[in-house]
């Protein structure tokens, strides 16, 4: 059965124990490592978090780009929580590892910002790659960097995004290699999963979108590419990470990639179908 069909009963409850105690983990600095593979059937998502004066430009860049930033929660100015995702969930806590850019520049990465927050920050969580990866696992698809125990391949692309305010740049794209049948079967797959990136936005050639050499990706780890098989790239939720570096706002906080918000939702609630 696939991950996309389980019944949410008993299954759920057991998927909450899990991310439960993984977030826990987090907390409390056990796992500071990356999240692609862990608490598989559950929504993980990209974390962004602004200052309230920045707050409205980044809602309408995710807005005019909800391929790369497909928004899933919002938090009330000031407020850490995101019960709509967890009961638990505090975002000053809850990831990894946390990126923090001051004007576009990165200064900082911690595993707690609770000595950062502010009383007018908002939070911003988008739907990830790794939620699909779930879905691509189910479907009999193997997934290379899960099965390497490594990072996602990431990419800076020369496919533009629609600016949004103060905010602006280029797509960042994820890449999994997989034989051509297995690549139509991955977006017919993935196609299903719009708040997660949903389908491909290109296959094959990377130089055709500004990508020199898949043996070094801007983020993340290097992934074989075999003989036989295709690059596929997503979009990727780091591609706000470059609109942050133009738009330079005073402060703001990232997940590190590869890091993710691990949530309550099960990733069969993504699915439009």
Not at 109 to 135: K, N
């Amino acid at each position: 059965m696939s991950g996309l069909q389980r019944d949410p009963s008993d299954y759920k409850t057991h998927l909450l124990k899990a991310s439960g105690a993984l977030r826990q983990a987090i907390r409390t600095a056990e796992h500071s490592g990356m999240t692609s593979g862990l608490a598989p059937g559950l929504v993980q998502g990209n974390v962004v978090i602004l200052p309230a004066d920045w707050a409205g430009d980044f809602l309408t860049y995710c807005q005019n780009n909800p391929v790369s930033c497909p928004l899933i929660a919002v938090s009330d100015v000031g407020n850490p929580a995101l019960s709509g995702l967890g009961r638990d969930i505090d975002i000053r806590h809850d990831l990894p590892e946390y990126n923090v850019f001051r004007h576009g520049e990165l200064v900082e990465t911690t595993t707690d910002i609770g000595a950062l927050w502010q009383d007018d920050m908002v939070a911003f969580v988008l739907g990830c790659s790794f939620s699909f990866e779930d879905a691509l696992q189910q479907a009999g698809l193997s997934v290379r960097n899960i099965d390497m125990g490594v990072n996602v391949s990431m990419y800076r692309s020369n496919i533009p995004t629609v600016p949004g305010g103060r905010f602006h740049g280029d797509m960042v794209v994820s890449m999994r290699p997989f034989r051509a049948a297995d690549a139509i079967r991955a977006v017919q797959v993935t196609t299903r999963l719009p708040k997660a990136h949903g389908a491909p936005v290109h296959l094959g050639d990377p130089s055709l979108i500004g990508i020199a050499d898949l043996a070094t990706p801007d983020f993340g780890d290097a992934i074989e590419l075999r003989d036989g098989e295709l690059p596929v790239f997503w979009a990727c939720g780091v591609t706000p990470q470059v609109a942050v570096r133009n738009a330079k706002p005073p402060i703001c906080i990232t997940h590190v990639p590869g890091k993710m918000l691990i949530t309550d939702l099960l990733n069969a609630e993504l699915s439009i179908l």
